[in-house]
Nanobody, 120 residues
């Protein structure tokens, strides 16, 4: 019922910048939160940043001051601006959106994953 399409990943040098984008579409009535998670090889998926509709943004300690999450509300899109990236930021990044569809049911949708590789 809710589809997420991600874009913007790729190869970036240490210290560089990258922007990830995630567009939500479908029978969306309410968006409660939009966020980004990542999973590095051999590690569990972890929260990177999340922005709730009625609250501010939250960030993992490892990305505070370097990454910024923001929504383009009219477009149901969430972006993650990544700056001063480091090799430890290498991972597959997943978009996550939670809310309600037109029928009133809750949804918790995930994007397909977008690989970010930070290396020389």
């Amino acid at each position: 019922q809710v589809q997420l399409v991600e874009s913007g990943g790729g190869l970036v040098q240490p210290g560089g910048s990258l922007k990830l984008s995630c567009a939500a579409s479908g029978s969306i009535s309410v968006i409660d939160a939009m966020g980004w998670y990542r999973q590095a090889p051999g590690k569990q998926r972890e929260l990177v940043a999340v922005v709730a509709s009625y609250d501010g943004a939250e960030y993992a300690d490892s990305v505070k001051g370097r990454f910024t999450i923001y929504r383009e509300g009219a477009k149901n899109t969430v972006l993650l601006q990544m700056k001063s990236v480091q090799p430890e930021d290498t991972a597959v990044y997943f978009c996550n959106v939670k809310g309600k569809v037109n029928t009133g049911s809750f949804y918790d949708s995930w994007g397909q994953g977008n690989e970010v590789n930070v290396s020389e």
